[in-house]
């Protein structure tokens, strides 16, 4: 059984970074697909970045240029290095990882934005 368990929310004020990680532990697969998303009061799930096991990305609009995803193999991590954060961002952020024809999904992690 894959476990996700992440880390690296918190609160900030406009403007400032914050790091969050995912790390999977329990996979006898390899890893395709790894991402982030969030969920806003009142608000459905989102996608906010995705990236392949060979390194491809895509992200929301809205995060382009202040969000980048990235990937550790070795370690089974993914991360999402946000910057410029606004408090539109603020939101439960969630990992996602698809390991052989399985998907999984973490705990979520609270990003909370003041103005």
């Known amino acids: 059984q894959v476990q996700l368990v992440e880390s690296g929310g918190g609160l900030v004020q406009g403007g400032e970074s914050l790091r969050l990680s995912c790390a999977a532990s329990?996979?006898?697969?390899?890893?395709?697909?790894m991402g982030w998303y969030r969920q806003a009061p009142g608000k459905q799930r989102e996608l906010v970045a995705i990236?392949?096991?060979?390194?491809?990305?895509n992200y929301e609009d809205s995060v382009m240029g202040r969000f980048t995803i990235s990937r550790d193999n070795s370690k089974n991590t993914v991360y999402l290095q946000m910057n410029s954060l606004k408090p539109e961002d603020t939101a439960v952020y969630f990992c996602?990882?698809?390991?052989?024809?399985?998907?999984?999904w973490g705990q979520g992690t609270q990003v909370t934005v003041s103005s």
């Open positions: 329990g996979s006898d697969f390899s890893i395709n697909l």
């Open positions: 996602r990882m698809v390991a052989g024809t399985k998907g999984y």
């Open positions: 990236i392949t096991s060979g390194g491809r990305t």
